[in-house]
């Protein structure tokens, strides 16, 4: 049995993972933490989720609940999940990460932490995504430089972060297959007198809507004709069994940083 500790259990991902480890056999909610100061502190994790009484209730710290876990999933801010990372190496503990928005500085300590400690880290956790990952490799090989790629995310009001980290996992599948660096190549929207469009850019465009969960597309496009590659999620249960599919994994694997695609074995 993995004992699963959620961070930012009173997020919108924070409350859908409450529901996923609650409902999955051979995982076990011990402890979930809101921010400091929050008005959760001491709530029952269930009555939060909308589930009922569970009888483990909000902690306000890591350190509160430090016996209580052995992995610990996050989905909250880079900051808060940056704080997490450093716990989880000083006291031994696995970790999943759905956190989007780190900085490369922030992935190298990810990386460093992999020396130590099991970690799942990965912009999107559903199957479907990444199954586009590898479909876009794919589709990027045999178009070829003939095609413009652009990339377009549509997420809901609240999000912080743009483009989505899917979005940028997705440039960054594409940008690998055609042998592209995308940080040379990326383009993050367009306005006024922007000349024509040269020829190993890769666009992204964003939207911020309503309640929309998350939608992807990447759009190959020559003359005569376009691919599009579409993923859309209509739950946030999609991304939070993905993460408690990761945390079952882990339990069989070494210390490393690993992905969604080692989870589902897509390399
Ligand atoms: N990889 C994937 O598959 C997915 C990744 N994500 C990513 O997950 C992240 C969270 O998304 P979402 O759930 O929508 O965001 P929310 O803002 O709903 O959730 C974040 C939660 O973290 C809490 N929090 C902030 N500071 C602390 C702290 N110090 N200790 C404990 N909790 C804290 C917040 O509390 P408060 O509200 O009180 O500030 C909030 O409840 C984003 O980066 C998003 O992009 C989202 C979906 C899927
Ligand atoms: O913030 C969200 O909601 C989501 N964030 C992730 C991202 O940035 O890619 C994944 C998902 O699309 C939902």
Redesign the pocket.
């Known amino acids: 049995m993995v004992r699963v500790a959620v961070m930012g259990a009173g997020g919108?991902?924070g409350k859908t993972l409450i529901e996923a480890v609650h409902q999955t056999p051979g995982v076990q909610l011990a402890a979930g933490v809101v921010e400091p100061g929050s008005s959760l502190i001491g709530v029952d994790l269930g009555e939060l989720a909308g589930l009922g009484r569970l009888g483990v209730q909000a902690a306000a710290s890591l350190d509160a609940v430090k016996d209580d876990f052995d992995l610990l999933i996050d989905f909250t801010a880079p900051a808060v999940t940056m704080a997490g990372v450093a716990f989880c190496v000083a006291h031994n503990k696995a970790m999943v990460i759905?956190t989007?928005?780190l900085t490369d500085e922030q992935k190298a300590v990810l990386a460093d932490a992999g020396k130590q400690i099991a970690l799942v880290f990965a912009?999107?956790m559903s199957v479907g995504?990444n199954l586009c990952f590898k479909l876009l490799e794919l589709a990027a090989a045999a178009l070829g430089d003939d095609y413009d790629v652009e990339i377009v995310?549509a997420?809901?009001r609240h999000?912080v972060?743009a483009p989505?980290?899917?979005?940028l996992?997705m440039g960054e599948a594409v940008a690998r297959a055609l042998g592209r660096n995308l940080k040379e190549v990326a383009v993050y929207g367009r306005e006024g007198q922007t000349g024509a469009r040269k020829r190993e850019t890769i666009g992204f465009a964003t939207m911020r809507v309503g309640d929309v969960?998350?939608d992807?597309t990447v759009v190959f496009g020559t003359e005569g004709e376009r691919v599009e590659i579409t993923h859309k999620?209509s739950s946030?249960m999609t991304?939070a069994k993905g993460a408690v599919r990761a945390a079952l994994w882990l339990k069989d694997h070494p210390v490393g940083l690993y992905d969604m695609q080692d989870v589902l074995n897509l390399k």
């Open positions: 919108r991902m759905g989007t928005g912009p999107n995504v995310e997420h809901h999000k972060d989505s980290g899917t979005a996992g969960v998350g992807h999620a946030r991304f």
